[in-house]
């Protein structure tokens, strides 16, 4: 678990990501909005004005993929960070490091890409910065974004909310963006190209929260997956997490890719999925709006929070018996977003 230096599991979103975060990071930076642990900060702009502020960096390889590229998965990222918040995305930052000898029609194709996919998604890039570097010294291009959006109600969301009995909810199946990176790395393989799930999730979100009540958190389960998400929440809410094995969603094609490299679903990124807890009398008109969207058209039901098992996420097979879902120590495929 503890390294001298960094190794590419720190940025995974697994084990050695927590330990970096706990151990290094976030004692300096110590403060109360950084104690919550989100996707975003919420900070107080005078009365009961709230904006939401996020931030994030995308080195994704490759920078072309089945269903995106780096420049979509940007804008979808800082947006769903905003989104899963409960917030309005508004407006993006965006800065380019770019490494000497990059190709400028590659940059020209990202930059057009990222311009459409802001414009579809209602939000515009207001300021940005640019930067080269050395040859060698990148890896062609990384971007980071920020994005800030608004609040159009008072309600609170986080792990503090989640209560034993709430239900756990995923808005569609899991794996597709990790097993998509998966296949494109693997120029070799036997198999149609996997399309990413990445997508904006706000028009999905504003609705849950307009038309239920009773919603506790919204993660979207990126670096980790669904084990890093769940085993997060648990952590924080010192709650446990039991899911039903086999009300986990997963593709025939995301299953094949994963039998063909070993890797577990569970732990591949999503980039346009929501994991929500609720009230579990709100849970089955939470999956009926989510099922009546693009974006969450095969939402279900996972499980339910429990007093049992206080941070730790447990998967309950269809035999009756019962497995600790473990968080991996780093994420089995890196620079996955």
Partial sequence: MHHERIVLGHGSGGRLSHDLLDRVIFPPLDNRILEGRTDHATLNVGGDHRIAFTTDTFVITPLFFPGGDIGTLAVHGTINDLAVGGAIPLALSLS???????????????????????????????TGDTKVVERGAADGIFLNTSGIGIFDHHLTLGPRQIEAGDAIIISGTIGEHGASIALCRDMAHPYAPIVSD??????????????????????????????????????????????QESSVPVSEDVASVCELYGLDPWHLACEGRIVLMCDPRSAEKVVEVMRSTREGSEACI????????????????????????????????????
Avoid: W
Avoid at 96 to 125: D, H, P, Q, Y
Avoid at 311 to 324: K, L, N, W, Y
């Fill in 96 to 126: 380019l490091v770019l490494e000497e000898g990059f190709e400028l029609r590659c940059l020209e194709r990202i930059l057009l890409s990222i311009g459409k996919t802001a414009k579809n998604c209602g939000v515009f890039v207001a």
């Fill in 198 to 243: 990445t997508a904006p999730l706000h028009d999905l979100t504003q609705k849950i929260l307009k038309q239920c009540s009773g919603i506790k958190v919204m993660r979207d389960p990126t670096r980790g997956g669904l084990a890093a998400t769940l085993h997060e929440l648990a952590k924080a809410s010192q709650l446990g997490m039991l899911v």
């Fill in 302 to 337: 996972l499980g339910r929070v429990t007093h049992e098992y206080p941070g730790i996420v447990v998967a309950e097979t269809d035999h009756g018996s019962q497995r600790v879902v473990d968080l991996p120590l780093y994420e089995p495929l890196p620079r996955i977003c």
